[in-house]
């Protein structure tokens, strides 16, 4: 399965779209547009699809939360200005508000990113324990016992290392190169992301 159309190499898009949010995350005085983020996150879709079945619950649950972004951009311009709408309704908290898809999706690009940390330094070929430990670290504290068992049956499927590089459609050096940009462009993202909860006293463990 090599990714086609217009995503034929995807970690290069992934890596400018938020090299662009880096930039506005960074500047000290400027908001975050919700329509830039959204997009942004919707190409990391295609981390999760190049990994298989081993993650096509994450997959899912991401996509379906990034889409509900896209959609509140469409009346909504900034990320924070979505929050406070929520806080404004008492709703942050609800299933399938925007806020709590915001920190979900927050999720996703940090399990992407400690997954792309890890792959950066693999020497092997197996992508089990890189995958594990990114789960281990973002979702497993939000998981239940048996999500997590059924997760780890699941890794078994993973596609090797050398796998994924052939369905990213590049070779292994040129791999690395866009992951470390990703790596430092999404660090100040999800920070600044988790500033816009904890400045709000609305804590980003729920």
Known sequence: MVVGGEDQKP??????????????????????????????????????????????FVEKDYVTKVD???????SITT?????????QQDCVRQN???TRNLLRV?????????????????????LRDAASLSYHNVFALHHGWAIQKAVAATMYGLPSKSQL???????????????QRFIRASVPVIQYIEELFNSRQLGIDW
């Not at 509900?68 to 469409?74: F, G, N, P, R, V």
């Not at 996703?108 to 020497?123: A, N």
């Not at 590089?165 to 992951?179: G, H, I």
């Open 11 to 56: 970690l290069p898009k992934i890596a400018a779209a938020f090299e662009a949010l880096a930039e506005v995350a960074t500047s000290g005085d400027a908001a975050m547009e919700l329509g830039p983020f959204s997009l942004a996150c919707a190409h990391v879709s295609v981390c999760f699809r190049c990994l298989g079945i081993a993650f096509k």
């Open 96 to 98: 399938g508000s925007h």
């Open 68 to 74: 509900d972004l896209i959609e509140a951009s469409k």
């Open 165 to 179: 590089f052939e369905r990213l459609n590049q070779d292994e050096n040129s791999v690395k190169v866009e992951m």
């Open 79 to 87: 990320l924070s200005n979505m929050i406070e709408l929520d806080i």
């Open 106 to 126: 927050k999720r996703g690009l940090d399990m992407v990113r400690v997954l792309c940390e890890e792959i950066v330094k693999l020497e092997g070929d197996s």
